[in-house]
């Protein structure tokens, strides 16, 4: 009878899907794809059609759906791969990157004092694979002649050195117990100028004079620039240092005698980057005072400073001149 034909009808064949495993170790941060084929019921095989890839821990891993994986730490992830009904799963195993050796760069370093440069470290695991996210501890061997930076020191970031001083150190870096060197060198490459006029007057100028309160008694006062230098320094990065030295007096009037008493003295100072120009004029930005600039013109023995005031729209008009030793 017909509706008997049906319960004679052969089963349909049993399929399942075969994940084919990595040939290699699989580890944090690698990238690596897989394929999958349709497995019948006798073991045969066949490729081609479409899979859907997902992953159990996206954690671990993160599926891009074409079969290639983002492997984000290290884990066992289960893939899973879908043909039509068909489903099949892969253990992958991913490793933990050990720290094989670390690289700085530059690993030779030949700087004037006063320079400022960033040291990197390249830190690498297995198969040369780079590793990131990894505390990375600089060091220098003598601090006299170089400092950098390291999260236990803080000078501008981790890998920021400063060259303090004439010598030659070793740069660390560690990582894991896996330490980089680098070798620095310093010279001292200053050239000092002695400030020589004060807005155009020459030292000592007298710039400001009035009756002022000293412990509660008023007293007439007097306060004078005096002295101050500019420091050119640097191989890499030609720096600058100004400074303006102040005292204050207190005038005393004896008779026909005129008698100065030193009641204070203070400093304007700044430093920072200088650029210069195809004529020789210098463009400086402050590194200690933000937003601060100045500029200075040649001379024939130094320069003309136009120094902006900190915090005003003011300038000193400052002449330097080359201290001879």
């Known amino acids: 009878m017909i509706a008997c034909s049906d319960a004679s009808a052969p089963p349909s064949p049993a399929l399942s899907v075969r994940i084919i495993p990595l040939a290699d170790s699989a580890f944090e941060g690698d990238v690596i794809r897989l394929a999958a084929t349709l497995v019948g019921e006798s073991g045969a095989e066949s490729g081609g059609a479409p899979v859907t890839w997902s992953v ?8 891009a759906g074409d079969g290639s994986f983002a492997l984000l730490k290290p884990g066992t992830e289960r893939i899973i791969a879908r043909i039509g009904a068909a489903t099949g799963t892969y253990d992958l195993v991913i490793g933990r990157l050990a720290v094989k050796r670390v690289e700085l760069t530059p690993n030779t370093l030949s700087l004037g004092r006063g320079d400022r440069i960033q040291v990197s470290a390249r830190v690498l695991g297995q198969g040369d694979r780079v590793i990131t996210g990894r505390s990375i501890a600089f060091t220098s061997d003598d601090s006299l002649v170089a400092v950098i930076g390291s999260p236990g020191n803080v000078i501008g970031g981790p890998g920021f050195l400063i060259a303090t001083g004439p010598g030659s150190t070793t740069i660390r870096a560690s990582v894991d117990g896996v330490t980089g060197i680098a070798h620095a060198g310093v010279v001292i490459a200053d050239t000092t100028f002695a400030l020589s006029q004060y807005n155009g007057s020459p030292l000592p100028v007298l ?13 007439f006062d007097e306060v004078y620039a005096e002295s101050g230098t ?6 890499m990065q030609l720096r600058y240092q100004l400074d303006v030295r102040y005292s204050q007096y207190h005038v005393v009037r004896t008779g026909n005698t005129i008698s100065r008493e030193l009641r204070f003295q203070q400093r304007e100072f700044d430093r920072g980057v200088a650029t210069a120009g195809a004529n020789g004029t210098l463009a400086m930005t402050s590194e200690f005072i933000f937003p601060l600039d100045h500029t200075a013109a040649p001379q024939a023995d130094g320069f003309q400073v136009h120094y902006r005031i900190p915090g005003s729209d003011s300038f000193l008009d400052l002449r330097y001149r080359r201290q001879i030793p």
């Open 230 to 235: 500019m420091v050119l320094s640097g191989l």
């Open 207 to 219: 710039i400001a004079a009035d009756t002022v309160m000293f412990n509660g008694v008023p007293e």
């Open 56 to 63: 159990s821990d996206t954690s671990l891993a993160k599926s």
